[in-house]
Nanobody, 129 residues
Framework: QVELTESGGGSVPAGESLRLSCEAS?????????MGWFRQAPGEEREPVAT????????DYSESVKGRFIVSRDKNKNTLTLQMRSLKPEDTAMYYC?????????????????????WGQGTQVTVSP
C-alpha cells in the first residue's frame, strides 16, 4: 500500500500561483508506475489534471491546465509537485494525489482515475474572481 500526503492548497485570487506537493511512502515492494494529480469540484466528477509516468517521458496534462500547470517528480524523495500558475476560478476544486501501476489506454499513460490504486486525502484549492 502506498500512503500519499498532499500539502500546499489554499485560497488565492485569480491570476496567482500555488504549489502542491505530494509525498509517497510505501511499505510495499510494489513499484509505483505512475503518479498524478486529479481534481474534483462539487457536483462534478473527478478529472485528471497532470500525470507523470515514473519511467520517464513527457508528463501529460489536461487541456484546461496545459501551459499553466507544471508537474514534476523527485524520484529520490518520492514526491510529486504541481506548480500552478495563472489560476482561474474554474480551477477551484479538491486536488488529489494518486499513485498506481503504469497503464496505457487510449494513447495515454495513466490518465484515468481508474488507473490508480492509491489516493491521498486531498487538498483544497480555492480561486476567487
Amino acid at each position: 500500500q502506498v500512503e500519499l500526503t498532499e500539502s500546499g492548497g489554499g485560497s488565492v485570487p485569480a491570476g496567482e500561483s500555488l504549489r502542491l506537493s505530494c509525498e509517497a511512502s510505501t511499505t510495499s515492494t510494489r513499484n509505483i508506475g505512475c503518479m498524478g494529480w486529479f481534481r474534483q469540484a462539487p457536483g462534478e466528477e473527478r478529472e485528471p489534471v497532470a500525470t507523470s509516468h515514473i519511467g520517464g517521458g513527457i508528463p501529460d496534462y489536461s487541456e484546461s491546465v496545459k501551459g499553466r500547470f507544471i508537474v514534476s517528480r523527485d524520484k529520490n524523495k518520492n514526491t510529486l509537485t504541481l506548480q500552478m500558475r495563472s489560476l482561474k476560478p474554474e480551477d477551484t476544486a479538491m486536488y488529489y494525489c494518486a499513485a498506481g501501476p503504469a497503464r496505457f489506454y487510449g494513447g495515454r499513460w495513466c490518465f484515468r482515475s481508474s488507473d490508480y490504486a492509491d489516493w491521498g486525502q486531498g487538498t483544497q484549492v480555492t480561486v476567487s474572481p
